[in-house]
C-alpha cells in the first residue's frame, strides 16, 4: 500500500487509488498490505474498492486444475457478494487488477485533469454558485472516508467521485459508496442527477 500511495505514476493515473492506499490503518501495517488483500477480504470498509470501482477495475482471477493455469476476466463491480464473500472459487486467487487512468473513465484521452485540492479554493457547494468556467477542470477526482478515530480508522462510510466537465456542465460523473451496503457499490442515480448539470450546492444536496 505504501508504495501504491507514493508511486508518482498512480498518482497521476488513478489520485482517487493513492489516496485511499495513503489513508489505510497505519504506515507499519502500510507497508505490508496489499490492493489484493484488501479486496479479498471483502469487508463493506475496504478502501480501495471504491476507488478501483470509480476506476472500471477489472480482476484476473487464476486457478490451477488439471495441469493447466485458467485465468478468467470479472469487473470489480461483480466481485463482492457480501461481507467477507466474493466470487472466488476453491483454489482460485487474484492475480491482476488492470483499470483505465481516471480522466480515461469519463473523457478522452489528453485531456486536463485535477485532483480535489484544485477545486477546493473556489468550491461551489461552500457559496452555492456554479463553478468559475475559466477555471473548472476537465477531469475531478475525489475521494474520502469518515469514521469515528483519527488513527487506524475504519471507515463507518467512504465516498469517491469522477466528474468529468464540459465548460461548467458536469458531461459525466461516476460516484462511490463504501461501509454503507453489505458491498462496495456506484451510486447510478446520483450520477443521473448530476449529468447535464453545473454543479452547486444546489444539485450536490440531491445526490
Known amino acids: 500500500m505504501s508504495e501504491i500511495a507514493c508511486d508518482p505514476i498512480i498518482r497521476d493515473a488513478a489520485p482517487v487509488l493513492a489516496e485511499a492506499a495513503g489513508r489505510i490503518a497505519c504506515p507499519q501495517v502500510r507497508n ?3 490492493v489484493g488483500g484488501n479486496l479479498c477480504n471483502a469487508s463493506p470498509a475496504a478502501d480501495t474498492a471504491v476507488p478501483l470501482i470509480l476506476l472500471d477495475a477489472v480482476l484476473d482471477l ?37 483499470f ?42 475525489a475521494w474520502d ?13 467512504s465516498v469517491g467521485v469522477v466528474l468529468g466537465f464540459e465548460k461548467r456542465t458536469v458531461a459525466h460523473a461516476r460516484l462511490g459508496y463504501g461501509s454503507v451496503a453489505p458491498v462496495p457499490w456506484r451510486g447510478r442515480k446520483a450520477e443521473a442527477e448530476l449529468v447535464g448539470r453545473e454543479l452547486c450546492a444546489g444539485v450536490i444536496e440531491k445526490c
Open 32 to 34: 505490508r498490505a496489499t
Open 62 to 98: 487464476a486457478s490451477f486444475r488439471e495441469g493447466a493455469v485458467t485465468v478468467r476476466e470479472e469487473p470489480i463491480t461483480d466481485f463482492f457478494r457480501g461481507p467477507g464473500s466474493t466470487i472466488l472459487t476453491p483454489g482460485e486467487i487474484l492475480t491482476h487488477i488492470r
Open 100 to 141: 483505465k487512468p481516471v480522466g480515461d473513465t469519463v473523457r478522452p484521452r489528453g485531456l486536463k485533469s485535477a485532483a480535489r485540492s484544485e477545486l477546493e479554493p473556489k468550491s461551489a457547494a461552500r457559496s452555492g454558485q456554479g463553478l468559475d468556467s475559466a477555471t473548472c477542470p476537465s477531469v475531478f477526482a
Open 145 to 157: 472516508k469518515f469514521g469515528t478515530r483519527p488513527a487506524m480508522e475504519i471507515a463507518v462510510a
